[in-house]
């Protein structure tokens, strides 16, 4: 790659590297990241080994996803005073998260990091992980890294040195935290997540796929709603990509928007890409082949407001990619869109499931009236060659609604510094499966669905404190926004404006109401903003 | 504990997990993602679940524990970290409007 910023090119021509313009590769890209490491970082690290396959200490006994690295230089910038341009980190982190990043499967159990979707309890974490590691911060964030027995232990060290008061806090003041830390849990972790692993060794290996292309793209924006749309990615220079994303709501507004993205690892997809004047940036993981891609679009602004987001590549191969909605009421005529690529051929959307008129058509999307007289069940939706199973879902009554998130903390801000934290909504209906019993394992998704919103007191103590008179409001599209930081005087002992709530979705189903809801906490800033929750 | 009466919401919190597996049980709970919720009171919840045990306003006594680090996930430590954090709001709960985060996510 040409060096792309003026320090950079100081560094190449002081070394005695020659660059032509154009004759980009990856190991040119490779070396000038090195060269920066060993200008940037050699005041604390050290360097041993062969100079074209050098050993970094400290580094080199890591493995991180692109975010991780980002985070690790980050705190290297804040806490260690390292000096380093934006370009010359961005290429840094782009070598060390090449070189030394998470194989797809690895990374798998945390996208939910990677892509900020982190309204959720994590789950089955080992408790002694959770005690003492996981009691700060997520369970992801140590989950995503690999390294060394030696190296997990050098990260407790930290931890006692940066963070003296942790030998104080419960669960750990009384028993001997270090030794625990340092011996067992540090331990257990260079087993658990290790440096070196077979499936590393074999995704280091493996041929990566270019992720240019049209891809068929469908997802949801808070306060838009779900949109389809057609993704061009062409490849940039600096092995980046420029991107366009074309297409529309649900309600028939249009979607534009373009950007750039970068390739990390081989199948990382990270972009900025600003949408109708709104900055958003996408996480996504291709797949193996390069054929498909999913994850996540959030604010630029607001990391917390985003949804799920997936690309498949059009390889001129026929493909349904979604229903919209996905869910057919039996015995009412809907109107259903089906959203796809190279589509051509017949329609059908399973037994018992009539095309009443098809309203538009086009090789990407067809816009019909449907209506079910069969079983209730998910049928697959077929347009000449291309079939998407499970597609479409056939109920006849609804009788559950879930609320996703079902565990969030919204923040107050606002008044200081600090932006409030917002948490955007959505819900899911069920209908009750064969055993006519809502909240059991046979239960019959159907997809999201439109929602009236409110909120209200979680329990008997939030009511008494009223909470749901001061933590916060909900919006007509699911979007919770808390209040003002600060004491308030109106409140208890000048409380903040903090509370537990339930969020309260109400989903109309042939005239009768079903309600679902999940549990808000609204909280006090978070004052440390890092890369990595 | 038996011959002690709980006067008020917060001593009767406590009175509920008064045996250590209950503590254990409580502590090991699981928040939502990027809370802290065990280090006695947590940031944003009480080792119970709920905000009755924290500090509030939290404005009110937030360098007493902001300097001892401890909530450095949440909270700048200004023992270490973050020395200046806060220099210029010397007291939180008058001049807390010109509280500021510390953001290490940027690009």
């Not at chain 1, 062969?50 to 230089?73: C, M, V, Y």
């Not at chain 1, 959770?130 to 407790?156: D, I, P, Y």
């Not at chain 1, 069940?377 to 879930?402: F, K, M, N, P, W």
Request: glycine share 10%.
């Amino acid at each position: 790659m040409a060096p792309t910023n003026k320090s950079t090119r100081r560094t190449l021509i002081g070394s005695g590297v020659l660059l032509l313009a154009g004759l980009a590769s990856a190991s040119v890209q490779a070396d000038d990241a090195k060269q920066i490491i060993r200008d940037r970082c050699l005041a604390c690290h050290t360097e041993s080994g062969d100079a074209s396959a050098p050993n970094f200490s400290r580094i080199s006994e890591q493995r991180k996803t692109p975010e991780g690295w980002l985070f690790t230089i980050n705190r290297m910038i804040n806490l260690r005073g390292l000096q380093i341009s934006d370009d010359e980190k961005r290429e840094v982190v782009r070598y060390l998260a090449d070189t030394q990043g998470l194989a797809p499967s690895e990374a798998a159990p945390f996208r939910y990091l990677l892509e900020q979707d982190t309204n959720l309890v994590e789950e089955g974490v080992d408790q002694a992980l959770a005690e003492t590691c996981a009691r700060c911060h997520s369970a992801a964030r140590f989950g995503l890294q690999r390294r060394t027995t030696e190296e997990w232990q050098l990260l407790v060290n930290f931890h006692m040195g940066q963070f003296p008061t942790t030998e104080f806090h419960s669960l750990a003041r009384d028993r001997k935290w270090y030794e625990i830390a340092h011996d067992e849990v540090a331990v257990q972790l260079g087993e658990q997540y290790p440096l070196l692993t077979p499936a590393w060794d074999n995704w280091k290996q493996a041929v990566k796929s270019d992720l240019d292309g049209r891809w068929r793209v469908t997802g949801f924006v808070p306060g838009k709603g779900e949109y389809d749309a057609w993704m061009t990615t062409s490849k940039a220079d600096g092995g980046r990509y420029n991107l366009s994303l074309e297409g529309q709501y649900a309600d028939g507004s249009p979607l534009s928007g373009s950007g750039k993205a970068t390739v990390y690892t081989g199948y990382e997809w990270r972009a900025s890409i600003t949408i109708d004047g709104v900055k958003m940036r996408q996480v996504m993981a291709a797949d193996a082949k390069g054929m498909s891609m999913n994850g996540r679009m959030f604010l630029a602004s607001e990391r917390e407001i985003g949804g799920v987001m997936s690309a498949l590549k059009d390889t001129k191969a026929p493909a349904v990619v979604a229903v919209m909605p996905s869910y057919l009421r039996k015995g009412e005529s809907t109107a259903l869109t089906i959203i796809g690529q190279n589509l051509d051929g017949d329609i059908d959307l399973g037994p018992g499931v009539k095309v009443e008129k098809v309203l538009e058509r086009s090789d990407d999307r067809i816009h019909l009236m449907a209506r079910a007289t069969g079983d209730e069940g998910t049928q697959s939706v077929q347009v000449g060659a291309a079939e998407l199973a499970s597609g479409l879902a056939v109920y006849g009554e609804l009788a559950r609604v879930e609320v996703t998130p079902q565990n969030a903390v919204a923040r107050i801000g606002g008044m200081s510094k600090m932006p409030k934290v917002r948490v955007a909504y959505r819900a899911v209906g069920y209908s009750a499966g064969a055993d006519g019993k809502p909240g059991t394992e046979d239960d019959l998704r159907l997809g999201y669905m439109p929602a009236e919103w409110s909120i209200k007191p979680a329990d008997e103590m939030a009511a008494e404190e009223k909470d749901a008179e001061f933590a916060g409001t909900i919006d007509a599209a699911g979007i919770f926004t808390p209040g003002d930081d600060g004491p308030n005087p109106k409140r208890k002992m000048m409380a903040n404006n903090v509370g537990r709530l339930a969020v309260v979705a109400s989903v109309k189903d042939a005239g009768e109401a079903v309600e679902g809801d999940g549990s808000l906490l609204v909280s006090v800033p978070d004052f440390v903003r890092r890369v990595l929750d | 504990m038996k011959h002690l009466k709980s006067l008020n919401k917060k001593a009767q919190l406590i009175n509920q997990a008064v045996s250590p597996e209950e503590v254990e049980d409580v502590v090991a709970m699981q928040t939502v993602v990027g809370c802290t919720a065990t280090t006695d009171p947590g940031w944003e919840l009480d080792p119970f679940g709920g905000l009755g045990s924290l500090c509030q306003p939290m404005e009110s006594d937030l360098y007493g524990c902001a300097d001892a680090c401890w909530w450095p996930a949440q909270v700048p430590d200004t023992m270490h970290t973050y020395p200046d954090w806060g220099k210029d709001v010397a007291k939180a709960n008058e001049d807390w409007r010109k509280l500021d985060g510390i953001f290490e996510d940027g690009e």
